[in-house]
Structure formats: C-alpha cells, structure tokens
C-alpha cells in the first residue's frame, strides 16, 4: 500500500509558476513509477508526465512539454511537477499516482495508487 498526498496548488496569473509536490508514505516508494495527471470537472482525468523510478525516464503530454518538469527525490519519498508559463488552460486539478508496472504509463488504468489532488487555477 502507497499513500499520495499531494500539496502546491493555488491560484495563479497566466505566465506563472508553480511546482507541486507529492509525497509518499507506505511501501517503498523507490520502485514505483511516478505519474501526474489532471482533471477539469466534466472531462476525463488526463495524463501530464510520468518518471521512472530511477528517473531514468520522463515523458510529457504535448500540452505540456517544454513547460512542465517532473523529477524525483526517492530520499525524501516526493515527486515534484514543476508548472512554468501556466495558461488559463492548465486550470485542473492535479493528481499523482504509483504505477508498479513498467509499460504504458500514459494510461490512467497503469496506475494503482492515487493522491486526494490539488487545485491549480491560473487567471488569464
């Protein structure tokens, strides 16, 4: 078992940044893959970026890439997505999720466990 808790979000003017954290609790959070997705009310949970759990590998949502980072610290059990140049349209919800799994770690059925989310408005 893996406990998320994500925490960083807030309200935000177009063209700033933020970064959000996910810190993990339970089983060992070294061995999982790291994911992060995001979800507007209405819509499907969508994926952002995912991380390897070496960090070995990163991959981004073409919405995203270029302006989103994500790494890992596996010392401090927390994974960090860095938002810079936010648009009105990253307004979401931000979840990150464990995948024990080492393939397809763009869907959101890879992943088994999941964060509470966060908020993240940005104004235009």
């Known amino acids: 078992q893996v406990q998320l808790v994500e925490s960083g979000g807030g309200l935000v003017q177009a063209g700033d940044s933020l970064r959000l954290s996910c810190a993990a609790s339970g089983r060992s959070f070294s061995t999982y893959n790291m994911g992060w997705f995001r979800q507007v009310p209405g819509k499907e949970r969508d994926f952002v970026a995912f991380?390897?759990?070496?960090?070995?590998?990163?991959y981004y949502a073409d919405s995203v890439k270029g302006r989103f980072t994500i790494s890992r610290e596996n010392a401090k059990n927390t994974v960090y997505l860095q938002l810079n140049s936010l648009k009105p349209e990253d307004t979401a919800v931000y979840y990150c999720a464990a995948a024990g799994v080492n393939y397809g770690l763009t869907a959101r059925g890879r992943y088994e466990y999941w964060g509470q989310g966060t908020q993240v408005t940005v104004s235009s």
């Open positions: 991380i390897t759990w070496n960090s070995g590998m990163s």
